[in-house]
């Protein structure tokens, strides 16, 4: 592959790019791209490419809505009655209970890493984050971050910046999961107004697909106002490590 360093241009034109519809096609491309102009053009037909299904999955439940209000006002005419169906109501949710006193430490239990499982909960209760501090743990933490940033990059509603408050909606998790395994939902079809929904959906895959224990409790992160930065830490570590068992991320040095 030439460079533009040596002259050269990229191998591949973003008319090309455009006409693929494949994430998995454009994710591998971008892992194994070098050049600085080829990655920008990849990149940018990952974004357009989760823009167009998003906007075509929003069109189609516009259509399904406008369907429904239809048929509401139809069936509320034949019985003398109104019948109001709106987007508003139909993605109304429960409201969450609010916290009293300390929240719950189960949302980041301690694990076994020898057998990658769960610890009892009898054990959890007393228990705090695992402390995520060791001699090089600031140089650890900031390559995690940076990793988190790159391969979350082209996910639009996604921007890491820290191990708290940019995790707090659940959208980052699935980013960073459907980085990896993009056939296991559809990323644009997430509602960042759903947070318990995306914790769930991020850790289960995980889980199923990585063999990453779950570490996190979405019921727990949503009861935070942000979540502990030392247990996303440290749940981002063991999900990194499950990648790297796999043959997923190719290093010389974990994190």
């Not at 999955?57 to 406008?66: F, I, K, L």
């Not at 429904?68 to 709106?86: A, C, E, F, N, P």
């Not at 301690?110 to 228990?127: E, I, L, M």
């Not at 850790?203 to 779950?214: D, K, M, Q, V, Y």
């Amino acid at each position: 592959m030439e460079s533009k360093a040596d002259g050269g241009s990229p191998s591949i034109t973003s008319e090309e790019l455009a006409a693929i519809e494949d994430e998995d096609i454009l994710n591998k491309m971008l892992d194994n791209a070098s050049d600085f102009e080829e990655r920008r053009m990849i990149r940018a037909a990952l974004r357009d490419l989760l823009k167009k299904k998003r906007d075509k999955r929003e069109q189609e439940r516009g259509s399904r809505q406008q369907d429904l209000r239809q048929q509401g006002l139809s069936k509320s005419g034949s019985m003398g009655g109104t019948v109001s169906i709106g987007r508003a109501s139909m993605n109304q949710q429960p409201p969450t209970n609010k916290p009293t006193g300390q929240p719950s430490l189960s949302a980041c239990p301690p694990f076994n890493r020898s057998g990658g499982g769960r610890v009892g909960p009898a054990t959890v209760s007393a228990q705090k984050c695992p402390q995520a501090v060791a001699p090089n743990a600031k140089n650890v933490k900031q390559m995690l971050l940076d990793w988190c940033r790159a391969k979350t990059e082209p996910y639009e509603g996604v921007d890491i910046q820290n191990f708290s408050s940019s995790w707090k909606d659940g959208i980052a998790f699935c980013a960073l999961v459907h980085r990896f395994f993009p056939d296991a939902f559809e990323y644009s079809i997430l509602n960042p107004n759903k947070p318990r929904d995306n914790f769930q959906l991020a850790f289960s895959t995980a889980e199923r697909l990585a063999g990453c224990p779950p570490l996190l409790d979405a019921d727990d992160l949503v009861r935070m106002k942000e979540p502990d930065w030392k247990c996303v830490y440290t749940y981002i570590q063991e999900f990194y490590r499950c990648l790297v068992e796999k043959g997923l991320v190719k290093t010389k040095k974990r994190p």
